[in-house]
């Protein structure tokens, strides 16, 4: 294995020698080389080292991350780089919003006929289900069960009223 395969992206790209104090060994590891050369394409190698020095030690992780991320989005459309996500991303937050916005339309629309055909159905109910209460002397003479009596009901509605 060649000594420049352990280098860090960075000095792997300069062609430096790169020991164990080397700044950019935890930002730009060696296994992210593809990455920062597309990073380099982007910035350059000394706007790079400019760019991460330039923010405090403990975001230049963030920064080289972001740098890497850059570099690759460029890679892959070299014509709009990042602005192409972006607007990507826009137009899919805008097009959920107005998918948000119908389906809680819909919904609305739909509560309000539940709530209308609900009243109407308690208002219906309200004037069916009103039965007399069993009459105290049905228990107590033992003419027979329950279902007799509603059997009596309906064979002879008059009688409602006499109870
Ligand atoms: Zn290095």
Not at 12 to 22: I, L, S
Not at 105 to 115: A, I, M, T
Request: proline fraction near 6%.
């Amino acid at each position: 294995m060649p000594a420049t395969s352990k280098a860090c992206a960075s000095c792997r790209y300069q062609r430096k020698r790169c020991d164990g104090g080397c700044q950019y060994a935890d930002l730009f590891p060696a296994s992210r080389f593809d990455e920062f050369q597309n990073a380099q394409r982007l910035f350059g190698v000394n706007n790079i080292h400019n760019i991460v020095n330039s923010v405090e030690p403990e975001l230049r992780k963030q920064a080289a991350e972001s740098i890497l991320v850059e570099g690759n989005i460029r890679k892959g459309d070299p014509v709009h780089g990042c602005l192409g996500v972006t607007r990507r991303l826009k137009w899919e937050i805008d097009f959920c919003s107005k998918q948000l916005e119908d389906v809680n339309r819909r919904l609305s629309v739909l509560r309000q006929w539940d709530r209308e055909s609900q009243s109407q159905r308690q208002g219906f109910n309200g004037a069916v289900v009103e039965l007399p209460p069993l009459p105290p002397s049905y228990f107590s003479n033992g003419a027979g069960s329950v279902g007799s009596f509603y059997g009596q009901i309906r064979s002879n509605p008059v009688s409602l009223d006499v109870i």
